[in-house]
């Protein structure tokens, strides 16, 4: 967490009343330089274990979790999420298959408008198309809604410690070591995102995604769906949802404009000024060969 004060509280009672043994998780919090009452809220709750990160960095921050934790599995989310009751239930069952090493969970927005919650649906449909199917090139990854054995950080190291995009990098590491089998999403696997509750925050969201995904290409390159294949996750959304015809064409002009953040968020990435390689940029580039 950093300045999480508006949404924590949520975040927290979330994680405090999921429905499964007390005494068999233990709930870590990493805080990373607020300034605001985060620490103070957190103080409030016996059962976290306030740890403490002070180099900014969200990556550095998980890192310093994972150093701490005690579990053979790691469950991730952020500090503006609020996992659903059976969340960590459903990530035992999930991982009670031995093949299983990572998955990735359902990702719910917070705002109810019919556009945004149908953009949500969208967005669901395309993770379990990309992270569900056998084209490594598109996988990525979100450490909103993450959970990992073990021992998969001790074969692998740590996250990559970049400004974004480290989660996506780490499940790409994983698939080049093994088999898609050992990466799933996980349907049943719930959080709300708090912080989602309009359709420009979204959009802000697609901007980021794009940029750093670009400016990450430099150490291992990935794809985004083309035309075709997006075409196919947006009519499994609406035959899914059962949409009628205006709801379809609402959808469909969202993430038109979603498409042209998307553009002018790679485009800002590829003028960008280049800073220097940070470490672990360079780090990275070793792990996976890049030039």
């Not at 709300?192 to 400016?215: G, N, W």
């Not at 609406?238 to 038109?256: K, M, N, T």
């Amino acid at each position: 967490m950093r300045n999480a004060e508006l949404h924590l509280r949520a975040c927290l009672d979330a994680l405090v009343a999921q429905r499964y043994p007390s005494n068999e998780y233990e709930i870590l919090l990493v805080d990373n330089g607020s300034t605001d009452r985060s620490v103070e809220t957190a103080r409030r709750y016996e059962s976290v274990t306030l740890l403490a990160e002070p180099v900014l960095g969200a990556y550095r921050a998980r890192n310093r979790g994972i150093k701490a934790a005690r579990g053979d599995i790691l469950a991730f989310t952020d500090s503006d999420c609020a996992p659903h009751a059976a969340w960590l239930s459903e990530i035992a069952a999930a991982m009670s298959d031995p093949r299983l090493e990572l998955l990735c969970g359902r990702r719910i927005p917070a705002g109810q408008s019919l556009v945004l919650q149908s953009i949500g649906a969208y967005e669901n449909t395309k993770d379990a198309f990309v992270i569900g199917g056998n084209d490594a090139e598109l996988y990525y990854g979100y450490s909103s809604n993450m959970a990992v054995r073990r021992d998969v950080f001790e074969r692998l190291g740590p996250f990559l410690e970049l400004h974004r995009g480290a989660d996506t990098l780490f499940v790409r590491q994983l698939a080049a070591e093994r088999t898609p089998v050992a990466i799933r999403y996980q349907e049943t696997a719930i959080v709300t995102h708090l912080e989602l509750d309009r359709l420009s925050l979204y959009y802000k969201k697609v901007f980021l995604y794009a940029y750093h995904r670009h400016r990450n290409n430099s150490i291992l390159r990935s794809r985004p769906l083309n035309r075709r294949e997006r075409m196919t996750v947006y009519r499994q959304t609406i035959a899914a949802g059962g949409y009628g015809l205006l709801r379809s064409a609402l959808v469909f002009g969202a993430l038109g404009v979603g498409a042209l953040v998307w553009l002018v968020g790679t485009a800002s990435a590829r003028f960008a000024p280049t800073a220097g390689a940070s470490a672990g940029s360079q780090r990275a580039r070793r792990i996976f060969r890049t030039p």
